[in-house]
């Protein structure tokens, strides 16, 4: 159980172009979903967390109107780079979470992005 | 300030036994994740302590000491497959997961 898809696995746009993400959990229902960006070689680091329903919360030097995240039931959350540019070309991954606090979270398999 | 600290890179042998140390400072506890990933994917879950204790699962362990804000992570009967990175993780006291930059770990044959 606790499977998490992402699509698509792989992106290439041109520069200005604006690139949707999804993330859905399978079989589990998901309040909270996570979206992580990881550049080579480095670790993940966390964009921001939506709970269903409610509006995104953006960590510190994210801006929140070039990535836009809809979390709008408990299976799907999207997230849209608007107007791309080359450095945002990056690996892209969600993760889900049940209802406790403490539950694991379970990651989506990627989104990796390339803008030209 | 919050803080992870785990090696960067670990070599070991096939069919020997490797312990990725973790160590941590973060504003409250809510317990500690191992992710496993490999090259080019995604994390997968591995284990979760919250308590003291060695947690087993298999050829992988996992072990929390709280008061020395300390684990480990111990992979037995190394195989070729087991070469990816080793992510800990904390549940800070908001539940969020700060992450440590990872361990990557090389087996050789």
């Known amino acids: 159980g606790a499977v998490v898809s992402q699509h698509p696995s792989r992106v290439i746009c041109k520069s200005g172009t604006s690139v949707k993400i999804e993330c859905r959990s399978l079989?589990?229902?998901?309040?909270?979903m996570f979206w992580y960006r990881q550049f080579p070689k480095q670790s993940l680091m966390l964009m921001a967390t939506s709970n269903e329903g409610s509006k995104a919360t953006y960590e510190q030097g994210v801006e929140k109107d070039k990535f836009l995240i809809n979390h709008a039931s408990l299976t799907l959350s999207t997230l849209t780079v608007t107007s791309a540019h080359p450095e945002d070309s990056s690996f892209y991954i969600c993760s889900a979470r049940t209802g406790t606090s403490q539950e694991t979270q379970y990651f989506g398999p990627g989104t990796r992005l390339l803008v030209l | 300030g919050q803080n992870i600290d785990q090696p960067t890179e670990m070599t070991a042998t096939e069919g020997a036994i490797v312990q990725i140390n973790c160590t941590y400072q973060?504003?409250?506890?809510?317990?500690l994740f191992w992710y496993q990933q490999h090259a080019g994917e995604a994390p997968t879950f591995l284990s979760y302590n919250v308590l003291d204790g060695l947690e087993e699962k298999g050829r992988f362990s996992s072990f929390l000491s709280r008061s020395k804000g300390y684990s480990y992570l111990l992979l037995k009967e190394l195989q070729m497959k087991d070469s990816a990175s080793y992510l800990c993780a904390v549940s800070d006291s908001n539940y969020q997961l700060i992450w440590g930059a990872g361990t990557k770990l090389i087996i050789k044959p």
């Open positions: 973060t504003s409250g506890f809510n317990g």
């Open positions: 079989d589990f229902q998901a309040t909270t």
